[in-house]
């Protein structure tokens, strides 16, 4: 299984937005990324969000030039900030039948998911953001991961 992870882009602050939407210029930037996206060949079967706002808008964008209807993007509340990775390992291990996962969600869960599946035992694995990172798994939760790549969102939009 191919599994993206994907930081949301930048948000608004809260005083500014309660809901936290994606600011003019990350939702921008989310929609170049996206088509980067596309032209490096992700295609994924299943698209995952964080229950709020700015990663489910993530998630859309980022899909959108791949066709991926936005309608059918999953949300759950597994992938907020501080959920612990074992629960978002054991929420993505329920569909087996995926051969690639897409996953727009927040710090500390991402790094954490990254840091879990990479085997490393200290340490974070920083996630700007917009940026993305690729593991190869065999299986989940319980499997070791092998990085295939991590993109910034400069490196990205170069892309794109």
């Not at 996953?103 to 879990?116: D, M, Q």
Request: aromatic share 4%.
């Amino acid at each position: 299984m191919i599994l993206y992870l994907m930081r949301h882009g930048e948000a608004m602050s809260a005083v500014q937005d309660p809901e936290r939407r994606l600011t003019p210029a990350g939702a921008a930037q989310i929609q170049r990324i996206g088509r980067a996206l596309h032209r490096l060949g992700v295609r994924p079967d299943l698209v995952v969000s964080s229950t709020k706002f700015r990663a489910r808008q993530t998630a859309e964008l980022a899909t959108a030039a791949g066709g991926y209807p936005a309608a059918d993007i999953l949300t759950t509340d597994l992938l907020k900030p501080n959920t612990a990775p074992e629960q978002t390992l054991d929420f993505l291990a329920g569909h087996p039948e995926r051969n690639s996962i897409l996953v727009a969600g927040h710090l500390p869960n991402l790094a954490e998911v990254a840091r879990t599946l990479l085997g490393a035992r200290s340490g974070t694995v920083s996630f700007e953001s917009g940026a993305v990172c690729c593991l190869e798994v065999e299986r989940l939760p319980a499997s070791t991961a092998i990085l295939q790549w991590k993109l910034t969102p400069g490196q990205l939009e170069m892309l794109g």
